[in-house]
């Protein structure tokens, strides 16, 4: 099994003052933890997606995804923000936590779509979100998360 996220993927003070300023960050450290073949393809394709609908999901998280050709392997990158920036959230509030997701074009199956039913199952619950926005290492985030996040292998990748 591939693990989706690691120590690397995991921003708990993220500096941004926008949307797009989140976009490049996370893909700066996506580009620099090599993920991404094409880092400006990967942010045009996360801000094209954007524009067709918000990811702010509410409660102060957005999901923004981009299911390029630009990524080499599925990710997970985390950003919790030092100060909440307006995402035109589904409730109205700003997002203090983000958890955007990247996916090769070429991927088998429909991993984003398991990876955002994975995350929502887990953020739909007060305690858990709580828990990720008080967290106090990246450890402790990657523990809250247990190993809900991993690339499972299927028949098709052999």
Request: overall charge negative.
């Amino acid at each position: 099994m591939v693990n989706v996220i690691d120590k690397n993927l995991v921003v708990l003070d993220l500096d941004a003052k926008s949307k797009e300023e989140v976009f490049n960050r996370l893909a700066d450290i996506l580009d620099k933890d090599g993920r991404l073949n094409d880092k400006e393809e990967y942010i045009e394709n996360v801000k094209a997606r954007e524009a067709t609908a918000t990811t702010g999901i509410g409660f102060g998280i957005a999901i923004p995804h981009g299911k390029t050709d630009a990524v080499k392997d599925v990710s997970v990158i985390i950003g919790r923000l030092k100060q909440p920036v307006d995402w035109n959230s589904m409730d109205g509030k700003p997002v203090k936590m983000i958890f955007q997701i990247a996916v090769p074009e070429s991927s088998k199956g429909d991993d984003h779509l398991r990876l955002l039913s994975e995350l929502s199952r887990k953020l739909i619950h007060e305690e858990f979100r709580e828990a990720m926005f008080q967290a106090n290492s990246v450890n402790e985030v990657l523990n809250l998360l247990g190993n809900s996040l991993e690339k499972k292998e299927t028949v098709e990748d052999f």
